[in-house]
């Protein structure tokens, strides 16, 4: 039986959740169990993240950096080879921030993220996302959507 990794570097979290490229924002998987999910990365840094606007990589960019953590979380909890729940990031509540944007944090952001319920349908989990020496620069909870197809089109009877 094959288990679901420890750690995993940026081409491996590139597999398992629905983002590639530049858009994929986690650099490292540090650790992972049933409830918990802690990443790093400094690609809040690069100049060409596809988030950062104008004005900067503005604050609540973090939760798409957590909405990641979230999916890679589900992926690793999916039983081996089968194909992960699709999901979509349904709400952010309680979102919180000590900063005005993440291009300015030096060193790495850790990102974490925690469920605290759910079911097959959606999954609500905690988020934070600190700087390098452990400020919390964001955090809030989520709330994630499985399985749910979108509407593409109207139709009338």
Not at 82 to 102: H, I
Request: net charge negative; glycine share 8%.
């Amino acid at each position: 039986m094959t288990t679901a990794p420890q750690t995993l570097d940026r081409a491996g979290i590139a597999q398992r959740i629905p983002h590639s490229g530049s858009m994929c924002l986690l650099d490292r998987l540090d650790r992972w169990d049933a409830e918990s999910i802690h990443c790093s990365t400094r690609t809040h840094g690069q100049p060409d993240n596809p988030l950062r606007t104008a004005g900067g990589l503005l604050a609540p960019s973090a939760i798409e950096y957590a909405a990641q953590a979230m999916a890679l979380h589900g992926g690793l909890l999916a039983a081996e080879g089968s194909t992960p729940s699709a999901g979509f990031l349904a709400s952010a509540r309680n979102a919180r921030f000590s900063v005005a944007r993440l291009d300015d944090v030096a060193g790495a952001l850790q990102v974490q993220a925690r469920r605290l319920s759910g079911d097959t349908n959606q999954i609500l989990y905690e988020f934070a996302v600190k700087d390098s020496d452990g400020l919390m620069l964001a955090e809030g909870r989520a709330v994630v959507v499985l399985n749910t197809p979108l509407v593409t089109g109207a139709t009338t009877s």
